[in-house]
């Protein structure tokens, strides 16, 4: 079993960046792959991106590719996402997930962190 744990939200103005981190207890998490998704209210949550338990393929939604990157420390325990270009689109309840296959899919996942608030101001 893996408990997640976001941090490295905030508030930001459009055009700007932040790194979100999310680490990981027990060594469970080298083995699974990770990805990031997001929430505003009234809304689903969306996928955001993806990366395999080894770091060496990545999936990015449509709407960040160029924008966002996803990698991972196997060594910390930890996945990040660096969100470059901002907008105030991206403002939403950032979480990461954890699951056995690198998916968009987030039922997929068994196991999320808490989220962390992510705002954009224009």
């Known amino acids: 079993q893996v408990q997640l744990g976001e941090s490295g939200g905030g508030l930001v103005q459009a055009g700007g960046s932040l790194r979100l981190s999310c680490a990981a207890s027990?060594?469970?998490?080298?083995?699974?792959?990770m990805g990031w998704f997001r929430q505003v209210p009234g809304k689903e949550r969306a996928f955001v991106a993806a990366?395999?338990?080894?770091?060496?393929?990545?999936v990015y939604a449509d709407s960040v590719k160029g924008r966002f990157t996803i990698s991972r420390d196997n060594a910390k325990n930890t996945v990040y996402l660096q969100m470059n270009t901002l907008k105030p689109e991206d403002t939403a309840v950032y979480y990461c997930a954890g699951g056995p296959i690198m998916t968009m899919t987030q039922k997929e996942f068994p196991y999320w962190g808490q989220g962390t608030q992510v705002t954009v101001s224009s």
């Open positions: 027990g060594r469970a998490f080298r083995g699974y792959a």
């Open positions: 990366i395999s338990a080894g770091g060496m393929r990545t």
